[in-house]
């Protein structure tokens, strides 16, 4: 390759790095200046499968007064487009605030889709719930209350494996697979509930379904590749929407993007994060009987500190569904009621 092509392959990549970061500004809002390098993770770098990016880091909750035995775990898949990120990039404050409720805190990074293409950060993901529910004795972890959380394609690693039917192989080889991938409850920021642009440009508009991350997840080199039969079905088989049932486990949604149709200017991939991903998602699991709370930045207006109100929401999801208790009202939450 001459010097010239590689000048122009590292323009392009950086461009479609930075079309990446922009297009998940709206999502990383409720998670900015927050990160990890503060809290040093009780297990670090813990293998969960053969590929290079299989590895997590694990926060282990204290006993809550007048408890013992296994606690149980929230998972959290970062965010990037499936093109960056890593297991570093988990709040701060999701773990500080779970740990102070009791809850363990694992964060894991995945195979991106720069080195493999769908499914494999899905089941990457998977992957992670299974080797912690097989090393759930080791590691202090109730196998039955495993949550999941992550934002942007994080979010939408969690919702696929917490929808997913069960990827447990009971007669493979590797304990690991024997597992079950399923989950306790998830909660959420900025997810896309559908990968398929094809569903993305009628529930979205604009040129949302244009955004630069949704062909190299699939693998897509060319135009004419996308629109195949092949493809399509990847598509519809990556969508998290595509795989509700009356079983799923309860979700929690959060959206910080405006609440309104597209301007007519709108770049490619604007509205990747649009809260209509998860009004489309709650109208399907609604009728089906399976809890789905949807919000939005609206919701916390008018309050001090409406990120902190989001916080409690989420981490009290989490204890309600995996301690079974209800976190005490805030100031902040009061307001919320009455508002």
Known sequence: MSWRSRSRRLAILSSFALLVLISIEGAAQV??????EKLRPDVADLRYGP??????????????????????????????????????????????????????????????????????????????????????????????????CGNSAGAGIALWVGFHNDL??????????RQSSRLAC?????AQTSYDPRFIKQLIGGRAHEHVALKPLFGVTSPAESDTPRIHRLYEEASPLNHVSSDD?????????????????????????????????????DPLGVECILRHN??????????????????????????????????????????
């Open 168 to 177: 447990a192989d009971p007669r493979n080889n590797d304990p690991v697979l």
């Open 51 to 148: 590929f290079a990016r299989n590895a997590l880091d694990l926060w282990k909750a204290p006993h809550r007064p007048g408890h013992s035995g296994p606690v149980p775990v929230v998972v959290f898949f970062h965010g990037g487009g499936f093109i960056g990120g890593d297991k570093k990039s988990v709040p701060a404050w999701l773990v500080d605030r779970c740990l102070a409720e009791g809850i363990s805190v694992a964060s894991a990074s995945y195979r991106l889709s720069t080195e493999a293409p769908f499914p494999a950060p899905m089941l990457d993901g998977a992957r992670a719930i299974q080797f912690l529910r097989h090393k759930a004795v080791d590691l202090g972890i109730d196998p039955g209350r495993i949550a999941a």
């Open 298 to 339: 609206d919701d916390y207006r008018g309050q001090e500190h409406p990120e902190q109100a989001m916080y409690h929401d989420l981490v009290g999801f989490f204890a309600k569904h995996l301690l079974q208790v209800t976190l005490p009202v805030t100031r902040r939450s009061v307001q919320k009621i009455l508002g």
């Open 249 to 285: 486990p309860p979700v929690i949604l959060f959206y910080s993007e405006p609440n309104a149709p597209l301007p007519p200017a709108a770049r490619p991939g604007e509205g990747i994060h649009h809260p209509r991903f998860g009004t489309a998602l709650k109208a399907m699991l």
């Open 31 to 36: 998670w900015k200046h927050l990160d990890s």
């Open 186 to 190: 998830m909660g959420v920021v900025g």
